[in-house]
């Protein structure tokens, strides 16, 4: 167990921020009136805190185990969807002063499926700027 957390620190924490910051009374924020106004900071604080913590989970999962990258990729995104669920329900239900939005949720899996793709060019980048490198 303790070797789980030492590998998965980075997102584990990553993950407690999130619901720190996703705890924090509303009328700290911003509010959003509707999805429209998609490129607002509160959307924005979105897609970057899920899209980051999709990218520190499959770092952990690729980094130390025999997970594929697609498996690692599902895993990462299911385990951020639902953290994004998770959240949103907290924020309509027990956080005092926030309101669950099925907005930010869809935000949330956004910002979670731009850090998957841009995961993916990268590692294709990566792969082929070493086989060009053994090509020379």
């Known amino acids: 167990m303790l070797k789980f957390f030492r590998r998965f620190r980075l997102s584990i924490s990553w993950g407690l921020f999130i619901l720190v910051l996703t705890g924090i009374p509303g009328q700290f924020f911003p509010k959003v009136p509707t ?13 970057f805190i899920f899209g980051m913590f999709v990218y520190l989970l499959l770092r952990e999962f690729v980094g130390e185990s025999a997970l594929s990258f697609p498996r690692a990729a599902l895993y990462a995104f299911l385990i951020s969807i639902t953290l994004g669920g998770i959240t949103e ?39 082929e700027r070493k086989e060009k490198q053994t090509h020379i």
């Open 89 to 127: 329900i907290l924020q309509g239900y027990v956080f005092i002063n926030r309101r669950g939005s099925i907005y930010d949720f869809i935000a949330n899996g956004v910002g979670s499926g731009i850090a998957l793709l841009i995961c993916l060019v990268w590692k294709r980048l990566l792969v």
């Open 35 to 47: 999805f429209i106004d998609l490129f607002a900071p509160d959307k924005l604080v979105h897609l």
